[in-house]
């Protein structure tokens, strides 16, 4: 069984910073893709950014040159670190391991909220 632990996250002002952290534990293939979807109150949830065991990032053009996505195989765990926040980036984060045919998991989510 594979578990996502999430942490970090919160109310911060425009043009702060904020860090999320996801741990997985459990039965982990080498090949997967770790990364973070957000979903806002009435909105579909969107893809922002992914990491390859390798290191290779990928990113959403909403969030490009802000957030940056990192990881630490040792310890399974992805981290984005969130830069000039705005009240649009306000969302629930959910962080993912893709391990292909082995499945899809996911973290339980933290709400982020960007407001003065």
């Known amino acids: 069984q594979v578990q996502l632990v999430e942490s970090g996250g919160g109310l911060v002002q425009p043009g702060g910073s904020l860090r999320l952290s996801c741990a997985a534990s459990g039965s982990i293939f080498n090949n997967n893709v770790m990364g973070w979807y957000r979903q806002a109150p009435g909105k579909q949830r969107e893809l922002i950014a992914a990491?390859?065991?390798?290191?290779?990032?990928s990113y959403a053009d909403s969030v490009k040159g802000r957030f940056t996505i990192s990881r630490d195989n040792a310890k399974n765990t992805v981290y984005l670190q969130m830069n000039s926040l705005k009240p649009e980036d306000t969302a629930v984060y959910y962080c993912?391991?893709?391990?292909?045919?082995?499945?899809?998991?996911w973290g339980q989510g933290k709400q982020v909220t960007v407001s003065s």
């Open positions: 990491i390859t065991k390798a290191g290779s990032t």
């Open positions: 993912y391991l893709n391990m292909g045919t082995q499945g899809k998991y």
